[in-house]
């Protein structure tokens, strides 16, 4: 018997190729290789202006490489190459096998209407067209990311900023994507609701078995949530292994430095 | 000098020739919104001037012209529209919707249902039904291309999430020929059943947005909706009070101070049609035959 899931988990799901980006004569990023693989979270960190953003922007096909290429499997099993996608394709792709939570929630969200139509936007985008289901769902989604379901019909303007990025996530995840690109998620909270926001983010991870790329310069995010590390310095990565290994043994001095700088608990 | 001072339909030929080309292309994509040049017209933005120059693009000397105004021929918007072909391309007028061939209007289409061979120029003026949820022109353009109308649905999501039903009463959102979505122009969305499969040519012409859309003859217009919360066209639930129409578009009137008021059709021409043949209503004065011998014995 051959398990077929397994099998699936053992192709990478996204595959980065020599990735570089130059702005001019700025190179913002320079030869990024890696394979990410179904449920797998990427720390992606590193000072600003390390080009973190930019192989972001990169990854999830929103910026056209200068050179190398990203390849993606899609749901039918078949890896294909970003840039050749269609644009009504790579959209579609965006906003059902892909989720993009940014820094700002404002970016994510549509501010002036309610939490409910900002969940049910992309099921409404696939065609959904029932009114009492599409409420249905993203009811049981503000639950699940402990958002009182009376404040349904508010919108997010009224939010604080944690419930915002709560907000933003289960707008994202409630058509079940594979993948979901995060730019900072926990910028701009305070520590104890950073906390829940990152205890949230990692049972939703372990539940829907997700596959992530975080992009954080915080260190202690990227220790709680992610399994492997990538800490880039100049557009190039300097460093990557598994989150305990990097951020308990660095190997290159500015990793090192990088680590004690954080305070000792 | 005996050079006329305008051209006939007061845009010079070149203007119409790019303006026809606009047409025709809105024609060949029902319901996309084909770019052109408007021009300054002698009014103001939000008179008509889209629809004015699609009248004048189309209009030739045999033509009847009827211009209405939120259904009715006798405000001055409409009367101004009237005149001013009358006097630049010297066409026939007309108040009946059955004579005319063209048929300019501003926010309503007809009672009488329109035939094979009538013009409808609509006055638009914002013709993107997705503005106010998406404000860059550059994504709405990209969101039509790619038939993402997702967002759309938002809109009616909002109205039954706040109103408990779909409270867009008018430029209600429609899908043309099951591609575009299109905004009808402010028409009531008692309207908009009017649209579909309608025998009648419809323009629309938005001059300050500088944009022409068209609906060609016997074409497929459906009103967006939910499946549990179904399109439904709305109107008072009252008969006019002049011609007892129940099934007609209603406006309504506010007499007193008191809370006194009174249901009328928009549409003049369908009303005094009606009172004509004899219908009457509550509030009308006297039957109308009277009146009408009055007037030719005095």
Known sequence: ?265 | MNAPAYNFAYLDEQTKRMIRRAILKAIAIPGYQVPFASREMPMPYGWGTGGVQVTAAILGPQDVLKVIDQGSDDTTNAISIRKFFAKTAGVATTTATDEATVIQTRHRIPETALHANQVLVYQVPIPEPLRFLEPRETETRRMHALAEYGLMHVKLYEDIARFGHIATAYAYPVKVNARYVMDPSPTPKFDNPKMDNCPALQLFGAGREKRIYAIPPYTQVVSLDFEDHPFEPYRFNAPCALCGADNSYLDEIVTDDKGGRMFVCSDTDYCEGRQAAGHHGSLSAAPYKEKAQEKSNG
């Open chain 1, 1 to 265: 018997m051959v398990d077929q899931a397994a099998l699936e988990n053992d192709e990478p799901l996204l595959v980065a190729a020599s990735l570089s980006k130059s702005f001019g004569r700025i190179a913002a990023c320079r030869d990024v290789s890696f394979a990410l693989y179904p449920g797998e979270v990427l720390a992606i960190v590193g000072e600003s202006g390390s080009g973190k953003s930019t192989l972001l922007q990169m990854l999830s096909g929103q910026l056209t490489p200068s050179a190398g290429h990203v390849s993606y499997r899609m749901r039918d099993g078949i890896t294909r190459d970003l840039t050749t996608l269609g644009e009504a394709e790579r959209r579609f792709l965006f906003r059902t096998d892909w989720g993009f939570v940014h820094q700002d929630p404002a970016q994510g969200l549509r501010m002036a209407v309610s939490a409910g139509a900002n969940v049910g936007e992309r099921l409404m985008a696939v065609g959904w067209n029932h009114y009492g289901r599409i409420r249905d769902t993203a009811s049981d989604w503000l639950t699940r990311v402990e958002i009182d379901v009376a404040r349904i019909d508010d919108a997010p303007r009224t939010y604080s900023g944690g419930m915002r990025q709560r907000l933003q996530i289960a707008r994202n995840l409630v058509t079940e994507p594979r993948l979901v690109f995060m730019d900072e998620p926990t910028g701009g909270l305070d520590v104890s609701v950073q906390a829940r926001l990152l205890d949230l983010l990692r049972s939703l991870v372990a539940e829907l078995n997700l596959a992530v790329i975080i992009v954080t310069h915080d260190l202690a995010v990227a220790r709680l949530l992610s399994h492997r590390v990538m800490v880039m310095k100049g557009g190039r990565v300097i460093e990557t292994g598994l989150t305990d290994q990097v951020l308990d043994d660095p190997r290159e001095p500015y990793t090192q430095l990088l680590v004690s700088s954080i305070l000792p608990p």
